[in-house]
């Protein structure tokens, strides 16, 4: 634990190197499922017994453990596993996204405590985690897990509700990304952004022209009865792409920094 590991993006994950008993294969960091799964085509391709009870021996993000009755699923991917969560217990997790590697730390060498400087919402993949943007002296949060959005996009209920269509509109694009595919935008040159202790003068933010695919980017708390909005749009690699940001999910701390 400690060290970077490069990743690549597969379907919206980070995939990232891994063993699984002793065999060296990828892990995708999964972002839709609360249990680990493993593909059993790596195992039959190495003569490895299983059954639908089997545990197995991982290697992960530098971590050696055990994993109990994961999903058991088959395919001819080079992915042997998927692994919940990203924000694991007793670790901080820290991604650079200047040169697209990630890495676990332990929370008291991270000392978050001292060196929060982002306020973050959720906590994990599943729940939707957000970091705040101050856009035109106003907090919003939005969501930055999802590897595949290359833009900075808000939702067109909010971008009309505060104005920012009629004052700050510049033009209008079809335009893809794979998180969406190509879709009509509305494009914004909004000023007096900050991102933690980043300030800029302003900033390129997208909206979608239709408000039909408001609800690809901003959603509910997952399983909860009393459902209540999130986030108000999703950070795009536009913006992520400078900085390394550190999460401890548990205190719900976050820092960034530009290197």
């Known amino acids: 634990m400690g060290d970077w590991m490069s990743?690549?993006?597969v379907d919206g994950e980070y995939v990232v190197?891994?063993?699984?008993?002793g065999i060296d294969t990828k892990a995708s960091i999964s972002t839709d499922s609360l249990l680990h799964a493993v593909n059993?085509?790596?195992?039959?391709?190495?003569?490895?017994?299983?059954?639908?009870?089997?545990?197995?021996?991982?290697?992960?993000m530098g971590i050696d453990m055990e994993i109990s009755r994961p999903i058991l699923y088959e395919d001819e991917s080079d992915i042997g596993m998927r692994i919940y969560p990203l924000f694991k217990s007793g670790v901080v997790t820290q991604i650079d996204f200047t040169q697209r590697r990630i890495r676990y730390l332990p929370t008291a060498a991270a000392k978050m405590y001292k060196n929060d400087n982002l306020r973050l919402r959720g906590g994990s993949v599943n729940s939707g985690m957000a970091t705040e943007m101050i856009?035109?002296?106003?907090?919003?949060?939005?969501?930055?897990?999802?590897?595949r959005a290359t833009f900075t996009t808000v939702s067109r209920e909010l971008a009309t509700e505060r104005g920012w269509l009629k004052k700050y509109k510049i033009g209008a694009s079809k335009l893809g990304d794979a998180a969406v595919g190509l879709e009509d935008y509305e494009i914004m040159q909004v000023p007096n952004v900050s991102f933690g202790p980043?300030?800029?003068?302003?900033?390129?933010?997208?909206?979608?022209?239709?408000?039909?695919?408001?609800?690809?980017i901003v959603t509910d708390l997952d399983n909860t009865v009393s459902?209540?909005?999130f986030y108000q749009g999703?950070?795009?690699q536009d913006v992520l792409s400078n900085f390394v940001l550190t999460f401890d999910s548990n205190k719900r701390k976050a820092h960034i920094?530009?290197?």
């Open 234 to 236: 999703v950070i795009g």
């Open 257 to 259: 920094y530009a290197p």
């Open 135 to 147: 856009i035109d002296g106003h907090g919003y949060f939005f969501a930055m897990t999802d590897p």
């Open 227 to 229: 459902k209540t909005r």
């Open 40 to 60: 059993v085509s790596i195992l039959k391709k190495n003569g490895i017994t299983y059954h639908k009870t089997s545990s197995f021996d991982i290697t992960f």
């Open 7 to 9: 990743y690549d993006t």
């Open 198 to 216: 980043f300030e800029f003068d302003y900033a390129i933010i997208l909206a979608y022209k239709e408000s039909d695919y408001d609800d690809r």
């Open 17 to 21: 190197g891994a063993t699984i008993e």
